[in-house]
Structures are given as C-alpha cells and as structure tokens.
C-alpha cells in the first residue's frame, strides 16, 4: 500500500507542475476554426514556447477573450506588434518593417459576404487574430487587437480524434 502511495504522490509531483507550466488540455467548441479544427478536438497547448519567443503570424494559439478573461478561444495570429492590418473585400494586407503583402489564406473557407473594411495599427504587445472560418467567428475584427498577456500558447498537438491527429496543427507560413 506505501509504494502505491508513493507512486501516486511521484505522479503528481511531475503532472501537475507540468499542467500548470508546460501544456495543458483544450477542447475545441465552436466553428471558427473550421474547417481545421471541429467541435470536441483535443488540444495540447504548448504554454513554454512564448516564454521564449514571440508568436509568429499563420500559427494557430489559444488565448483568454479580451472581454472575458474565463472564456478561451483559438485562432489563428495575422498581425504581429507593430504592423498595419489591413482587410479590403475580405482580403487581409499586411504593412509593417518588412513592407505591405496580402496574405496568401488557403486555410480560410470562402465568405459568405465579405467583412466590412477597416484598418487597424498595432501596438506593441498587440497581435490581430482570426479564425479560419470567417463568416462564424468573434475575433480581432469585432473585438480589436489581442494585448499578448491574454495569450496562454500555441496549439501543439491535435491529440484526439486520433485519425487527425497531427503536431503544429494548421500551422501556416506566410511568404514576407
């Protein structure tokens, strides 16, 4: 009976240091990423990686909603801290140090009716995210800019349904 005990405490002492600061659980709701991912995926979202580096445009992250911390959503990061977002008849410019480009979206299922225009400046510390499927998500088009401190990480592995299982899910590179 000790060494169950034992077992179980040493079992504790590694997962929930590494629930709390490495990777946790994410269960998709909602179908603003789809058709990448759908309702009841299982996520592990890798919480280290943005101790160490900035989140880079096309990946995919899971953040707390700016107008309600206790709510998590995911989405896909198209401005980084310092550019200039701009969407035209549903396509989305980019402006920044490195120029001005389109983003190039093969993710992205087709709109139903364009977003409206608009223009947008980040700051520093402030990222524009998107869902993939445009004509079904709150994102930085209705709510503004995400501030990073709401950020809790980039979605690392699509664990479950095990036939799409896959590393890095939807990670997408955009030509600069």
Request: charge should be neutral; hydrophobic fraction near 45%; glycine fraction near 8%.
């Given at each position: 009976?000790?060494?169950?005990?034992?077992?179980?405490?040493?079992?504790?002492?590694?997962?929930?240091?590494m629930r709390l600061f490495v990777a946790q659980p994410f269960i998709v709701s909602g179908g603003s990423m789809q058709p990448l991912l759908q309702p009841k995926d299982y996520l592990v979202v890798d919480e280290v990686s943005y101790r160490y580096r900035a989140p880079e445009r096309g990946e995919v992250i899971v953040f707390r909603y700016?107008?309600?911390?206790?709510?998590?959503?995911?989405?896909?990061?198209?401005?980084?801290?310092?550019?200039?977002?701009?969407?035209?008849?549903?396509?989305?410019?980019?402006?920044?140090?490195?120029?001005?480009?389109?983003?190039?979206?093969?993710?992205?299922?087709?709109?139903?009716?364009?977003?409206?225009?608009?223009?947008?400046?980040?700051?520093?510390?402030?990222?524009?995210?998107?869902?993939?499927?445009?004509?079904?998500?709150?994102?930085?088009?209705?709510?503004?800019?995400?501030?990073?401190?709401?950020?809790?990480?980039?979605?690392?592995?699509?664990?479950?349904?095990?036939?799409?299982?896959?590393?890095?899910?939807?990670?997408?590179?955009?030509?600069?």
């Open positions: 009976m000790r060494r169950i005990l034992l077992y179980i405490f040493v079992a504790f002492l590694i997962v929930i240091p700016p107008l309600d911390p206790d709510q998590i959503f995911v989405k896909r990061v198209a401005g980084l801290p310092g550019e200039t977002i701009e969407i035209v008849n549903g396509a989305v410019r980019v402006s920044g140090p490195f120029g001005t480009t389109t983003l190039d979206e093969p993710y992205k299922t087709p709109d139903t009716n364009p977003e409206k225009n608009q223009r947008i400046v980040l700051h520093d510390d402030e990222y524009f995210v998107l869902g993939d499927n445009r004509t079904a998500s709150a994102d930085s088009r209705v709510w503004g800019p995400l501030m990073k401190r709401f950020i809790i990480g980039r979605a690392a592995i699509r664990l479950f349904p095990l036939p799409r299982a896959e590393l890095n899910p939807g990670v997408f590179v955009h030509a600069q």
